[in-house]
């Protein structure tokens, strides 16, 4: 017997969107590699995405959507464990490799916070808190860099 997904509330729904970008990240470094463009332009894009949407995102969720739960919380410490994985590696140098690693982290990581902790976090906030997290992280829109779509 199956369970029913549960809805995801409002309040997360935007951060939902953003980890459906970040997937597409990882899918446009995959297309960059099956059409052997240069790993520096895949680079020059997923540094660009990394800065302007990833960063602020996992600031957000640090700052007031983990919180929800307890700090010394397994879930809670792996979804930062992974964070700072991602960074360690978009701060990588070996590009092909590099790529590869966060293109492959980077999936793992959305499918964990989207599967697991969201569903946690979401069964334990308060409507209190769900409105904050709402309040506090309004979708502005995402806004792509297009000056070289390589992966077209």
Do not use: C
Request: hydrophobic content about 40%.
């Amino acid at each position: 017997m199956s369970h029913k997904p549960l809805k995801r509330h409002k309040a997360l729904q935007p951060l939902s969107r953003e980890h459906h970008h970040g997937l597409l990240l990882s899918w446009k470094i995959r297309a960059g590699f099956s059409k052997n463009i240069e790993p520096e332009r895949i680079k020059k894009y997923a540094d660009w995405f990394f800065k302007t949407h990833l960063i602020p995102h996992f600031e957000l969720e640090e700052r007031y959507v983990f919180s929800v739960l307890e700090p010394d919380n397994e879930l809670v410490k792996k979804a930062l464990a992974e964070h700072r994985l991602l960074e360690r590696l978009f701060a990588n140098d070996d590009l092909p490799l590099a790529l590869s690693k966060i293109e492959e982290a980077l999936v793992k990581h959305i499918r964990f916070e989207e599967r697991v902790l969201f569903p946690e976090i979401q069964q334990v906030a308060t409507e209190v808190e769900l409105l904050a997290i709402e309040k506090i992280h309004q979708e502005s829109g995402f806004v792509d860099n297009l000056d070289d779509e390589f992966w077209k």
